[in-house]
């Protein structure tokens, strides 16, 4: 399932660093703006114990994660939105990705270039906030001037079904817009929904800030009055915030399994940033897993929340959702306290669901079909 996040911010707040952990890709991480013009792509594991715990089990030839997609986006200044900065070109690549992940620099680091040349001493992460929100609104805002109008004109004259429901989305997001708000605080209707998908806006995609702290201060993060403006202000679009240090990250990437563990000890830490972020990127966009367990391999497969048995089946291969007869499943919760599959099955807790089964994150599945 190809769905991907957007790593955004202004110039020189860690996104670049933060991307090199994330993927081990190498994007450029210089200290000037636009060191990062063409976005970056790059997969990542999302972390699953229960991998490990099928694996024990199966002693499978194979183990494969799931993977999610990041897009490293290059920094946006202000007048973004009329085209300052190549701004055209990198609201576009915003537009493609499917949530944001806006990298806000919570530490202060004389040494560190700010936009337009700023000195770097003394960040405002409030203010860097607003810069990169009002440019997407401001875009917006343009989009959905340029059709109001027009669709008016047909909604009122023509009396156009659909005409007439574009109307009423566009009349609930204008002046939301025009009040220096995102059009994600806008609450929809599932009809309304499927319009404001089809406005492409920026600001209805879901976001997810990250606090980049320095390294001294990754494990007193609570006590960072940069972090806690920066969730205070998160809460006001109920959106989450994880706390990590891009250098530190970077420095874990290079690490074997045993030395990460014995460092992340050290920080007083149970899990990598990179690792929080992915999880939280991941359940951002409302996905889940389902797996797979076999002596040929184990297996982890990403599909969104609310699919039915016949979709999540397709997402392995199309022939099975084409040809789907029926699944035969059981939960991970249940392998695990049962022991064995024989045993979920004595137990009777392995279950043959049909075509209307929604599945849940966990379901190890395998399915039926013919073509």
Do not use: C
Request: negative net charge; aromatic residues 8%.
């Amino acid at each position: 399932m190809s769905l991907t996040a957007g790593i955004v911010g202004l110039p020189n707040v860690g996104k670049s660093t933060l991307f090199n952990a994330i993927t081990k890709a190498g994007a450029e991480a210089a200290n000037y703006p636009f060191a990062t013009i063409e976005p970056n792509v790059g997969m990542v594991e999302v972390p699953d114990e229960r991998l490990d715990k099928l694996t024990e089990m199966y002693h499978p030839k194979k183990t494969i994660p799931t993977t999610f997609e990041f897009t490293d986006i290059a920094g946006i200044v202000k007048g973004a939105s009329r085209g300052e900065g190549l701004g055209n070109k990198f609201l576009a690549n915003i537009r493609e990705v499917d949530a944001i992940i806006h990298v806000v620099r919570a530490f202060d680091d004389e040494n560190v270039m700010r936009e337009n040349g700023r000195e770097g001493a003394f960040v405002d992460p409030l203010d860097d906030i607003e810069t990169i929100n009002l440019e997407l609104i401001l875009a917006d805002l343009e989009s959905v001037n340029k059709r109001f109008t027009r669709v008016e004109k047909i909604a009122r004259t023509q009396k156009d079904k659909d005409a007439v429901l574009e109307f009423s989305v566009l009349s609930k997001i204008k002046p939301v817009l025009e009040d220096g708000k995102s059009a994600r605080t806008v609450e929809f209707t599932e009809d309304e929904q499927k319009v404001v998908k089809s406005l492409f806006l920026l600001t209805t995609k879901p976001v997810l800030y990250v606090a980049n702290v320095s390294e001294d201060e990754v494990g007193e993060s609570d006590s960072i009055d940069y972090v806690k403006q920066i969730r205070d202000f998160a809460a006001t679009e109920n959106a989450e915030v994880v706390v990590i240090s891009a250098k530190i990250e970077e420095e874990i990437a290079e690490l074997d399994d045993d030395e990460k563990a014995e460092f992340l000890e050290s920080l007083g830490l149970q899990e990598s940033g990179v690792a929080q972020l992915t999880k939280a990127a991941y359940h951002l966009l409302g996905l889940a897993t389902f797996l797979t367990a076999g002596e040929k391999e184990v297996r982890a497969w990403t599909f969104k929340r609310g699919m039915k048995a016949p979709q999540t089946a397709g997402v392995i291969h199309s022939d099975f959702e084409k040809g789907f007869i029926r699944a035969v499943t059981m939960s991970y919760d249940d392998l695990i306290t049962y022991g064995s599959e024989r045993a979920v099955r004595e137990a009777g807790r392995l279950r043959e669901e049909g075509k209307d089964y929604v599945v849940q994150d966990g379901d190890i599945m395998e399915f039926r079909f013919n073509v």
